[in-house]
């Protein structure tokens, strides 16, 4: 069992910057690929980026690539979500997810495909 707790949601401005970050406690994280979804009210949860569980491997949703970085750690356990020129529409509550994967580069961006998730913290940009 994994259990994954977000923080550094916040208010900020358009153009402004946040960094999330997901610290995972039960099991190690190095075993897991590791992702961030978004869920803006009354739509969909979507991908925003996703890590290898070595690291070397990421994938991004267009809306967000060259924006957002994710990174992790997996000596401290936890992955970070850098965000950058935020725009109103990255408004959302966003998620930290972790799959158990074998091959060391597989960057899933289903979120059918994760296994654990986190509660969620709210980014909200204002215009």
Request: glycine share 12%; proline share 3%.
């Amino acid at each position: 069992q994994v259990q994954l707790v977000e923080s550094g949601g916040g208010l900020v401005q358009a153009g402004g910057s946040l960094r999330l970050s997901c610290a995972a406690s039960g099991r190690t994280l190095s075993s897991y690929a590791m992702g961030w979804f978004r869920q803006a009210p009354g739509k969909e949860r979507e991908f925003v980026a996703a890590i290898s569980r070595n690291g070397e491997a990421t994938h991004y949703a267009d809306s967000v690539k060259g924006r957002f970085t994710i990174s992790r750690d997996n000596a401290k356990n936890t992955v970070d979500l850098q965000m950058n020129t935020l725009k109103s529409e990255d408004t959302a509550v966003y998620y930290c997810a972790a799959r158990r994967v074998v091959q060391p580069s597989t960057v899933p961006t289903a979120p059918g495909g994760y296994d654990y998730w986190g509660q969620g913290t709210q980014v909200t940009v204002s215009s």
